[in-house]
């Protein structure tokens, strides 16, 4: 082996060192938001409900699950501090909580000042907080020791931050992208290096609207691994080990540029991205996940400007692409090569902000008051199951060890079978 394709090895070794069984950031293994797990059922009855922790505080952070622990992050009620919560997965007990200074800080109604969820590789736990002012990258050990707290400068945004580290290699990888009604930007990406939290790199990204879509990890044989983000400036491709800048699509709207909220995927070749508005303006695009330089003109597969995904991530498998329209709870099935609609079901009036996730050919899709639908992640529609949690839930599910984790305002559950 040549040491380029050792190098490529060690960093998709490393960079999967938590995933085995493990939940490790925001959507999952590499943010795909698919786990084959088994046991979790369809339908609950109260025995399938294995535990139901309070959280303190407040926070809309999506819950992890790593080496046997969940983590998550949340804020007094009053703002005075924010927190990296830990509990044990099997039990729900709460292990340990850490606290950081906090600050008074104004958010979108459907935010918090702790919206964003950490990130884990298996050594130390990624937590990014805001306290309403800065933003700090922080790296905690698995009995809560902090190990540093790095200061990521002033953040500017009115719905608040939303921005969740992502582990590669050796490196965390931010989509700092900010600005507001009243200013652009600053907008970059950048990466850290994990065991010291130095910056490496930043690359400076087009700003016009905050995007709080979380980065993946593109693993490519042909040309090494590249990172993939998305915002309202369009989707990119950087070198993970450079930050230098391997393709750019420049993301092209009727009127106003649009916010990019729901983290993009990578399916059979393709890269899925969307983005939205408070007015309800849509889009949602298809690329190839190649090319060089500028592909504004060559990359686009296929187009769909209404009735897509704002807030929660979309999700593929088998072919097949899932979205919701989060204003009216319709999911969708489409064909994930050329976008052509399979079926859409109406679940309910009411909103959704959790992302959808694909369990053992299952789409499971949670609204805003609780309600947790089951439908076959197929080409034939069919919905098989309505469970009821009746509290809140802006929080993306966690998936490991045969238990799906849900966030509700007050609660961690944890869904399973004995």
């Known amino acids: 082996m040549n040491v380029r394709l050792l190098s490529l090895s060690l960093l998709l070794i490393a960079s999967s060192v938590a995933t085995a069984g493990d939940w490790p950031r925001f959507l999952g293994p590499n943010g795909t938001g698919v786990s084959d797990e088994k046991g979790i059922p369809d339908s609950w009855k109260p025995e399938n409900i294995l535990f139901k922790t309070a959280i303190p505080g407040k926070g809309h952070s999506s819950p992890i699950v790593s080496k046997g622990k969940v983590f998550l992050q949340t804020s ?31 958010t979108h109604q459907k935010s918090s000042p702790a919206s964003n969820t950490p990130a884990a590789d298996g050594e130390r736990i990624y937590a990014v907080f805001w306290d309403g002012s800065n933003q700090f990258l922080t790296a905690w050990d698995y009995d809560g020791k902090l190990l540093y707290n790095q200061d990521l400068g002033k953040f500017v945004n009115e719905h608040g931050s939303g921005m969740s580290p992502v582990v590669v290699g050796d490196k965390i990888v931010l989509n700092n992208d900010q600005g507001n009604q009243m200013a652009k930007g600053p907008a970059h990406i950048q990466a850290h290096d994990a065991k010291t939290g130095k910056l490496l790199w930043k690359k400076e990204r087009d700003p016009e609207r905050a995007s709080f879509a979380t980065p993946f990890l593109l693993e490519k044989s042909d040309s090494g691994p590249e990172v993939i983000v998305a915002t309202t400036g369009g989707v990119s491709s950087y070198n993970p080990k450079d930050g230098a800048q391997n393709w750019h699509f420049v993301w092209k709207f009727d009127k106003n540029r649009l916010r990019t909220v729901g983290s993009p995927v990578f399916h059979q070749g393709l890269i899925f991205a969307i983005a939205g508005d408070g007015g309800g303006n849509r889009n949602m695009i298809a690329l190839k996940a190649d090319g060089k330089g500028d592909v504004t003109n060559t990359a686009m597969v296929w187009q769909k400007k209404k009735g897509t995904a704002y807030v929660p991530s979309l999700v593929a498998k088998d072919g097949l692409v899932f979205w919701i329209d989060d204003k009216v709870n319709v999911v ?28 053992d050919g299952k789409l499971y899709v949670i609204n805003e008051k609780g309600a947790v639908f ?45």
Do not use: H
């Open 374 to 418: 089951v439908l076959n992640a197929s080409k034939d529609l069919e919905v098989l199951a309505k469970n009821d949690l009746k509290e809140q839930v802006y929080a993306s599910p966690a998936v490991a060890n045969g238990r799906m984790y849900i966030r509700t305002f007050d609660n961690l559950y944890c869904i399973g079978t004995k």
């Open 332 to 359: 969708y099935c489409a064909d994930a090569k050329t976008g052509n609609e399979l079926w859409n079901e109406r679940l309910g009036g009411d909103s959704v902000s959790a992302s959808p996730v694909i369990i």
């Open 76 to 106: 007094s009620v009053d703002q005075s501090e924010r927190s990296l919560v830990c509990l044990d997965a099997m039990t729900g007990k709460i292990l340990w909580q850490k606290n950081v200074p906090g600050g008074g800080a104004k």
